[in-house]
């Protein structure tokens, strides 16, 4: 029951944000403006305050960071070496590999905070910053071996992932408080105001972009890579903390 009560507000305001959108309650032109704010400025304050005053012991982190890395590390491998298996051409089968990986970000942090507070929210962050630049670095590869058009160089995703608001407050925030460097008074409740607009605000967001008429059209490929996400990954990633 508690996670039910923790995760319910998550989901309700998911199905807030796809109502307000099929209602057209708001212009059709908010919705990216939102996501534009929310990954570049909310989430990043709350990220960068939450690790700047968070109580780290990076000796502690490192096997959370070994199984966080393997979940999403080791369903790539068994995607790659069943690529055959798939009755998929190449692009197809980029986009089941990125859905099967790539993380929900907005709701993953929100989970966490309702679920364990300021410290869930912590711990999330370092999973931020050790998933995404790993999901990144496989799926840029993925797209490039199968996909159609597209090409990127080492160099180009360095920069990518270099430039990724979300790693660059994460690392920012760990960099200040390893160095015991805390927050001025004035920047530090500005963070806090801007970082409680992040999760409402993204997952509403989230829900706006459902769009079940494309589930619909590739339910087969959806249900796999949902499987792949929902199952696999947590299930390797459970069986690598019990591990730990």
């Known amino acids: 029951m508690p996670v039910l009560d923790a995760l319910a507000p998550v989901f309700l305001l998911i199905l807030l944000g796809y109502l307000i959108r099929w209602r057209q309650f708001v212009a059709a032109g908010f919705w990216p403006a939102a996501e534009k704010l929310t990954y570049y400025i909310f989430f990043p304050a709350l990220l960068l305050e939450s690790m700047v005053n968070a109580d780290l012991r990076i000796g502690d982190l490192m096997p959370l960071i070994a199984a966080l890395a393997g979940g999403p590390g080791i369903t790539a491998v068994l995607l790659l070496a069943t690529r055959r298996l798939w009755i998929v051409d190449g692009p197809a089968f980029s986009s089941l590999f990125q859905g099967a990986i790539r993380p929900n970000t907005y709701v993953g942090l929100a989970a966490a905070a309702s679920l ?79 970082g409680d607009v992040s999760l409402p605000l993204g997952l509403l967001a989230v829900g706006a972009g459902l769009d079940f008429g494309a589930v619909r059209r590739g339910i087969g490929r959806v249900t796999a890579g949902s499987t792949l996400k929902l199952v696999l990954v947590p299930g390797v990633t459970a069986a690598l903390c019990l591990a730990f």
């Open 116 to 194: 364990f507070g300021p410290e869930g929210v912590t711990l999330a962050a370092v999973g931020i910053a050790t998933v995404i630049p790993l999901v990144n670095v496989l799926a840029v590869i993925v797209v490039q071996r199968f996909g159609a058009g597209q090409d990127a160089s080492p160099k180009q995703i360095a920069v990518g992932i270099a430039s990724n608001p979300l790693i660059v407050s994460v690392l920012g925030g760990l960099v200040l408080n390893l160095a015991g460097v805390g927050l001025p008074p004035v920047l530090g409740p500005l963070l806090g105001i801007l």
